[in-house]
């Protein structure tokens, strides 16, 4: 489809976030989860943002999740939708709504992740309606 033709730029991975590339790479997506509180996270830190706690571990995550808010980028070319998805696990992660009609888009849809080509990194998770 022609909003995935788009060129996206590899990730920026830090030794923070290296584990979730890696998982990346297989298809599986991780979210940081505090073993203190019990919450998880998004963009991955090694502090939790919730209650301060060192003590965080790597889950998996189901790769599903429900759009927050999202923005169809009209101008660009190839046009594309940027979007908040909060996923099922708790946290919301910035990313891209692909494979779908922008038109149809609405929030509280749900949508699963789908893992996006990068020009020479890890692939990254973008979401598709589901
Ligand atoms: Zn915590």
């Keep these: 489809m022609a909003e995935t033709a788009r060129k996206i730029p590899a990730p920026n991975t830090t030794p923070e976030t290296a584990p979730f590339w890696e998982a990346a790479a297989k298809g599986k997506l991780l979210v940081k989860t505090c073993t203190t509180c019990g919450r998880a996270h998004h963009y991955p830190r090694p502090i939790c943002p919730f209650c301060g706690s060192d003590r965080t571990e790597w889950k998996d995550s189901a790769g599903r999740g429900v759009i927050y808010s999202y923005s169809v980028m009209r101008r660009a070319t190839p046009p594309y939708a940027l979007a908040y998805v909060t996923l099922d696990e708790g946290p919301t992660m910035m990313t891209n709504l692909v494979d779908c009609d ?21 692939p990254v998770p973008m979401f598709t309606p589901r």
């Design 102 to 122: 922008f038109d149809a888009l609405r929030i509280g849809q749900p949508v699963r992740v789908v893992w996006t080509p990068t020009d020479g990194g890890p």
